[in-house]
């Protein structure tokens, strides 16, 4: 099984829907992130949170709210989805005192 | 701001030859991390290798390794006896100590010919 494990794997979804990217860890890792992938663009961190009473932003929350439900799990909304969030959505973990993340396989999100 | 860039969009090489990527970041930082990763078909993201700012001896892994100029600012990677499965898009990124995020590339697409 995938440490880093998120659901659904892809998911097309229509204008104005809310939609929820849902993350788990089975690593016991604290940081939990959000990124997202687009072509030409690499990976840019939507939200990161510490702990379960720790939620930040990154350098596109704009239209996005997380939810990080115990110390293993972490979840995305967009509340009301827009064409430009089609993307490819990645959870990352690590732990304090580490420099690199380990990334899950990827949401695919087509909005149409 | 701290910068990654990667110039090649695309790059290519005939299996079991050597291939190397460029990547080049802006940083006023002294103290830092640097990574490649890796990203199949699959699209999980794989770290390949990592670099210490602090260390001057290039880091390796099995058939890969890195070129660490600091004074350039440059983080190039070598890929060795190219196979198959080395087919992929690979991403630059950086970080600094204690900051949130990894800062990555633009990706450079990797192909291997038979």
């Known amino acids: 099984d995938a440490d880093v494990t998120q659901t659904p794997r892809n998911r097309i979804t229509k204008t104005g829907k809310r939609i929820m990217l849902e993350c788990s860890q089975t690593k016991g890792h604290d940081r939990m992130y959000w990124y997202r992938q687009d072509p030409g663009l690499g990976l840019r961190l939507i939200y990161y949170s510490f702990d379960v009473k720790d939620i930040n932003k990154g350098e596109i929350s704009d239209g996005y709210s997380v939810s990080r439900q115990a110390q293993a799990k972490f979840s995305l909304s967009l509340e009301s989805a827009i064409p430009n969030q089609t993307a490819l959505y990645f959870c990352?973990?690590?732990?304090?005192?580490?420099?690199?993340?380990?990334f899950g396989q990827g949401t695919r999100l087509t909005v149409v | 701001a701290q910068t990654v860039t990667q110039s090649q969009p695309e790059m290519s090489v005939q299996e079991a030859e050597t291939v190397t990527l460029s990547c080049t970041y802006d940083t006023s930082e002294s103290d830092y991390y640097l990574f490649w990763y890796k990203q199949p078909p699959s699209r999980q993201m794989i770290l390949v290798i990592r670099q210490e700012a602090y260390k001057q001896q290039n880091a390796t892994e099995n058939r890969f390794s890195v070129n660490f100029q600091k004074a350039a600012k440059s983080f190039s990677l070598k890929i060795s006896d190219s196979q198959l499965g080395d087919a992929a898009m690979y991403f630059c990124?950086?970080?600094?100590?204690?900051?949130?995020?990894?800062?990555f590339g633009q990706g450079t697409r990797l192909t291997i010919n038979p």
């Open positions: 990124a950086y970080r600094r100590p204690g900051a949130q995020k990894l800062v």
């Open positions: 990352a973990t690590s732990e304090g005192g580490m420099a690199e993340a380990f």
